[in-house]
């Protein structure tokens, strides 16, 4: 060894790799990087070797039910068509970022499509007018997007909410297909009993389960909740699961709940949206229970939906202070309370009783819990439909009546193990279709005994009350609760700290700037106008002010005001 050390060659590459040892670190890291890839990938690709056909589905949805369906219908469509199938998932985050995506990539390539093929000029407002369905009828630059067959490279939109499938469907980015072979329409004409009342209503205690023209349809039904670990709320204090919204509200829950930024999960603002809503119901039957009131009818609605307005906002500002913090991503929120980390937050159902599952004890019993807060939420949808130009218009049909179809409703609801069933996870979500509830189904359902099309009638939602303001929920929560948390935060431990002065309470719960006028007013016309310009200053004009309002209650408590 020593005579080869004392080499001249060894020498002088010794010399050589002394002079250049930066750049080749460099270059070794270099390496590894590009490697780790081929490295580190997993030994079962979600991709086979060979294919014969790709589908890409762009979703919100858990890994789990991705896994579950993708292998289901790749099995399914192995059997009966004799192909081999790769479904591409695309999975770029929640509802609010693939509806951002989807906008850009239509955008993007009805560009490619107004310049090349139809030799017009390209400028704002030519995109501004394409994707926007309050675009004059005669827009030139609307009327050839809707005309075309554009497409994103993506062929299925999948999970989420109805209200961001809605305004896909305004938008034009979502189609009903050719009504014979592809999209809904096509199957609305091979199972029209799939879409009837007996099988999949239009709406449903005020819900939409699906479009009137066949652009999107419900594939399961969800609700939203609270999602609690009963270990936790003992060791605060608590000694009753929680079974209302106002429950969470409660000073004892101060840095003990998990909660999603509204603006990046469309089942968070759904489920916000739901608490205001149960808000306006409580005054309004309140309002109509005062004898001989001078009320019409319509100042009767109008001040029920200001007063609950202003009530749901002051729980979601309560609650919001008792957070630990907002999350981006609301899958995050019940595993957080599962490991303890959190005592309760809000969900949607299917998180939660995954949650509840997954720590189930071999005698049945759970540490975690989840409930959806009767009269407090209502029964709506997870969607699916068919994207403008999509490349497999035949097989995301297919999908699509897989999903509906008696394989894709039993997938959501069976147990793991019963005979057309998931393979590996329970997904907890029950069926859309009312005609697979039968006896034999729901024995065979994780949570047959739900009983959701009875429940729903325990709430009506009403989309005048609300609909026109769900951005500006997005829009307000994320200002005087997301952006502004440190200071609630700060503020109302403040406050519980010297004993919930009510002065203090006032100036902090004050609302004014956000009441019911002003959001579907100015601040809904804002966001409609989609002017980044106007809308960062209005946030920011928003921002200080509740900020300095925040820090102004704190000192009172502080000072025994």
Request: one cysteine or more.
């Amino acid at each position: 060894m020593k005579a080869v050390l004392q080499h001249p060659r060894t020498q002088a590459f010794l010399a050589w790799a002394q002079q250049w040892r930066k750049e080749l670190t460099v270059f070794f890291l270099m390496l590894a990087t590009l490697a780790g890839p081929f490295l580190l990938k997993p030994t079962q690709s979600t991709a086979p070797a060979h294919y014969d056909r790709r589908l890409v589905i762009i979703s919100p949805h858990h890994d789990r039910i991705r896994e579950e369906f993708g292998h289901a219908f790749a099995r399914h469509w192995k059997e009966t068509k004799g192909e081999t199938i790769f479904i591409d998932w695309r999975v770029p985050g929640g509802t609010s970022e693939i509806a951002m995506l989807i906008k850009s990539e239509a955008t993007a390539a009805f560009q490619y499509h107004w310049q090349s093929k139809l030799h017009q000029a390209w400028s704002p407002a030519v995109a501004q007018s394409c994707l926007n369905p309050k675009a004059a009828p005669e827009d030139a630059a609307r009327k050839a997007y809707l005309a075309s067959n554009i497409g994103t490279g993506i062929d299925v939109f999948f999970g989420g909410g109805a209200y961001d499938f809605e305004q896909q469907a305004k938008a034009g980015t979502l189609v009903a297909g050719d009504g014979e072979k592809t999209g809904l329409s096509g199957l609305a004409k091979k199972h029209p009993e799939w879409f009837s009342d007996a099988g999949i209503p239009e709406k449903l205690s005020g819900e939409p389960f699906r479009d009137p023209q066949f652009r999107w349809c419900g594939t399961c039904l969800s609700s939203s909740g609270m999602v609690f670990n009963r270990d936790v709320l003992r060791r605060i204090g608590i000694a009753t699961d929680p079974v209302a919204w106002d429950n969470l509200a409660d000073q004892r829950y101060y840095g003990q709940i998990a909660l999603s930024d509204p603006g990046k999960s469309g089942s968070v603002t759904k489920a916000l949206e739901m608490l205001i809503q149960q808000q306006m119901q409580i005054a309004y039957d309140r309002l109509k229970a005062v004898p001989k009131s001078k009320l019409s009818p319509d100042q009767l609605e109008a001040q029920a939906v200001a007063e609950g307005w202003n009530e749901g906002l002051r729980l979601i500002l309560r609650i919001s202070a008792n957070a630990r913090y907002f999350t981006d991503f609301s899958t995050k929120i019940p595993l957080e309370v599962a490991k303890g980390d959190a005592a309760a937050g809000m969900c949607i159902d299917f998180y939660g009783r995954s949650a509840e599952e997954d720590v189930r004890k071999a005698d049945g019993t759970s540490r975690v819990g989840f409930i959806a807060p009767l009269g407090g939420t209502s029964v709506s949808v997870d969607p699916i439909g068919l994207l403008r130009g999509a490349p497999e218009p035949e097989l995301a049909t297919a999908f699509i009546e897989f999903v509906l179809g008696d394989q894709g409703q039993k997938l959501w609801s069976y147990r793991v193990g019963e005979p057309g069933g998931p393979l590996h996870h329970a997904l907890r979500r029950l069926p859309v279709r009312h005609d697979i509830y039968t006896p034999d189904n729901i024995a065979r359902m994780s949570d047959g005994h739900e009983a959701p099309f009875e429940k729903a009638q325990a709430f009506t939602y009403h989309p005048a009350r609300t609909a026109a303001a769900f951005n500006a929920i997005r829009f307000i929560v994320r200002i005087i609760c997301v952006d502004s948390h440190n200071e609630l935060h700060a503020a109302w431990k403040t406050i519980i700290n010297h004993g919930m002065p009510e002065r203090a309470i006032k100036v902090l719960e004050d609302l004014t700037r956000v009441k019911y006028e002003a959001a579907t007013g100015n601040i809904a016309k804002i966001l409609a106008a989609r002017d980044k310009v106007q809308e960062t200053r209005l946030a920011r004009e928003l921002g200080d002010a509740f900020r300095n309002q925040y820090i102004k209650a704190g000192r009172m408590a502080q000072n025994g005001e």
